[in-house]
């Protein structure tokens, strides 16, 4: 029985006192967290093939 307890305990915790985020600020935050990880990717793209260059300009390899 007090397993029983234990998992309606947890639903009714789950269900009535966890405050969820509203649809609009779940999009915004998606939207932020997509534009940074684009951004983050390009940048570190970029970063990349600038030390290649450079790095074969450094050693005059082809």
């Known amino acids: ?19 969820w985020p509203r649809w609009v600020d779940l999009q915004v935050t998606t939207i932020v967290v997509s534009f940074f990880s684009i951004f983050l990717s390009l940048f570190l793209y970029g970063v990349d ?10 050693f005059s390899l082809k």
Request: glycine share 0%.
């Open 1 to 19: 029985m007090k397993k029983r307890n234990f998992f309606l305990e947890i639903y009714d915790e789950f269900v009535y006192c966890i405050t």
């Open 49 to 58: 093939v600038f030390f290649i260059f450079f790095i074969k300009k450094l």
